[in-house]
């Protein structure tokens, strides 16, 4: 690729930062956002990983008030809700991630493939795409979570393997637009090949639509992570928020008032989505000048 | 309406059916490559016993042969006995199913009701009061996960102040009988539904809301106002019967989400319905309850999906007419 058309992309990209920190609620989003990366890369300096395992909570109270010594408690089997809550951040930032990842190389490639096909590639990518549209999420993702395995990377191509279809989607259309555009009539007609037309036409014009849907996707996978796990399909020795609240919910946190048992990582989880949610929502704005003002 | 459109959405309805199907027995089938290895107390079998069970399930000879007769017992209602109970999970479905209904039944009246009131009342008029109250609060939503909100109405409205039941769906000590059954039941139905109800809320209102600042745009709504007509009139017969049509679609998509919230909702609130049985089919490694589980979710949200579908082809011409 020419050093123009990457000091162009720089620039372009500096500007998309630019205006991303000047919109108030995108603002608000990365703040949080930093807050959670930081408890995430800091959680070893405030606790042991071992902290985390059944046995480390043998010689503290049950169910213990915040204190000086616990500032978030403990947990019914007396382990520091603190160091589960920071150790947590990882875990629900690792699935969410990586499902993204997965979800938006499955939905681009396949997005690709059928908006540029034709005939009965096309339609059955189409169909492929319907069908997985209508499955419902959860109940998909639990089965096979059930059967392929509970370790937080299963979770994470699981997550991402049944979250694809509706970015495929969203891709197809830009796509059979972008097919219709003079510049790659122009291309076609100078004898340019698929590949040529696929890699310096159609992927920079669909590259802004796929990042702005995977931040939106995101908080998607990090509910659905918390979810599976709250129903126990979670890693027993890498807690991430949803396990937590599990926990909570099957020791009786709740009839016993221990709210600082599920109240930090039910919040936890709610900023992390929040803060994935406000940056989508204005990259969106950003990369689609006709939703200015919303 | 055109016949021939009706035809082409019940093949496409009955294909997508079967593809569920098919998709059902390659997961537990092919996926997984012995279904018999989650079974409780496995390691204590003779080979003998191991055989029966494996007969009892239906789980030998070739994969086509178990293919066939799996499509064949499904289409006739027979889904196998549960690990668990070893009952047929045709009964234990039947026995959980009424009060799922009930739950999810509500809760998506009460979702798609408000969620649609908030969002044309936020985007007909953006920027309002209503507007900066309600789209934070949606979004604040949006990110909650349903059980959270749940967890949440248990420990303070259910056995903090103790205004509702913490869980089931009739008090066992008393046995009420006519409108104090009713009672007792709709009683320990108000958390549930509100959880399932305030947990999806957020996506409707907030697609409603993106839909009506579209339909704003739109020229005849300038001719209506140019009109003379009212501003409650250029809302209610122009603004917000176009801005409903795209939601359509979006309410279907969503009722399968409103579908996964019950797993949750139930669980938390121990509520003895379909829910409750996927929960405790995760923890009993119940494969067959649980096929038998995502294929009736499947198939409930794909038929809502088709209905929505027929819906927005009777609302709108331009469908209606082929264009």
């Known amino acids: 690729m020419s050093s123009a058309a990457w000091t162009r992309r720089r620039a372009s990209a500096r500007r998309v930062w630019r205006q991303l920190r000047s919109d108030r609620t995108a603002l608000v989003g990365l703040i949080l956002l930093a807050l959670f990366v930081t408890m995430a890369l800091t959680a070893p300096l405030f606790a042991e990983r071992t902290e985390l395992q059944a046995a480390a909570g043998r010689n503290n109270p049950d169910l213990a008030a915040p204190s000086g010594k616990f500032w978030l408690g403990t947990d019914d089997i007396g382990r520091d809700v603190f160091a589960l809550v920071m150790w947590g951040a990882r875990v629900s930032l690792y699935i969410g991630l990586l499902a993204t990842v997965v979800a938006v190389v499955i939905g681009s490639v396949l997005g690709l493939i059928a908006g540029y096909s034709r005939g009965w590639i096309s339609r059955l990518m189409l169909a492929i795409d319907d069908f997985f549209l209508v499955l419902p999420f959860i109940p998909l993702a639990i089965v096979l979570a059930l059967l392929l395995g509970r370790s937080p990377t299963v979770l994470a191509l699981v997550i991402g393997g049944t979250f694809w279809a509706g970015g495929s989607r969203l891709i197809r259309a830009q796509v059979l637009s972008l097919r219709e555009r003079g510049y790659v009539e122009r291309a076609t007609a100078l004898g340019a090949s698929n590949r040529h037309i696929i890699v310096r036409h159609v992927v920079p014009g669909v590259a802004p639509l796929i990042i702005a849907n995977a931040t939106l996707i995101v908080p998607g996978a990090i509910l659905a992570e918390s979810t599976l796990a709250f129903l126990g399909l979670g890693d027993r020795f890498s807690p991430s928020w949803g396990k937590v609240l599990e926990g909570a919910q099957a020791s009786g946190a709740l009839t016993l008032n221990a709210w600082w048992y599920y109240l930090p990582p039910g919040l936890c989880i709610i900023g992390l989505v929040l803060a994935f949610t406000l940056i989508g929502n204005a990259l969106e704005r950003i990369f689609d000048p006709r939703l200015v003002g919303r | ?323």
Not at chain 2, 103 to 130: E, Q
Request: proline fraction near 4%.
């Open chain 2, 1 to 323: 309406m055109n016949a021939r459109l009706l035809v082409r959405k019940l093949i496409d309805a009955i294909v997508l059916m079967a593809m569920v199907l098919v998709f059902n027995f390659f997961l537990f089938r092919v996926v997984d490559r012995d279904p018999l290895a989650r079974f409780r107390g496995r390691s204590k079998l003779s080979q003998e016993q191991r055989a029966a069970i494996i007969k009892r399930f239906g789980l030998d000879g070739s994969k086509w042969e178990q293919f066939v007769r799996y499509i064949s017992r499904t289409v006739r209602g027979d889904f196998g006995r549960s690990f668990d109970s070893t009952r047929p999970v045709s009964s234990e479905i039947l026995d959980s199913l009424p009060n799922t209904l009930l739950l999810v039944g509500v809760s998506t009246v009460l979702t798609v009701a408000i969620g649609i009131w908030i969002g044309i009342r936020a985007g007909w008029r953006r920027g309002s009061a209503f507007d900066r109250v309600t789209t934070p609060l949606s979004m604040a939503l949006y990110g909650t996960p349903e059980f959270f909100l749940g967890m949440l109405f248990l420990a303070f409205l259910g056995a903090k102040l103790g205004w509702f039941p913490t869980g089931g769906v009739l008090d066992p000590a008393a046995h009420n009988t006519g409108f104090a059954n009713i009672a007792d039941r709709a009683r320990h139905l108000v958390l549930p539904a509100a959880t399932l109800t305030l947990g999806y809320l957020g996506s409707y209102s907030l697609v409603m809301r993106t839909s009506m600042l579209d339909t704003l745009r739109e020229d005849y709504l300038t001719t209506a106002r140019a009109k003379g007509l009212r501003d409650r009139d250029v809302m209610r017969r122009h603004a917000v019967p176009n801005a409903l049509l795209p939601s359509v679609s979006l309410i279907a998509i969503g009722f399968g989400f409103i579908v996964g919230g019950a797993i949750t909702t139930e669980t938390v609130f121990s509520y003895p319905g379909l829910g409750l049985a996927t929960y405790r089919a995760i923890g009993n490694n119940d494969l067959p309850m649980m096929q038998a589980l995502f294929m009736i979710s499947s198939i409930a949200v794909i038929g809502f999906n088709i209905l929505a579908d027929l819906v927005l082809t009777f609302l709108d011409p331009r469908i209606r007419v082929g264009t």
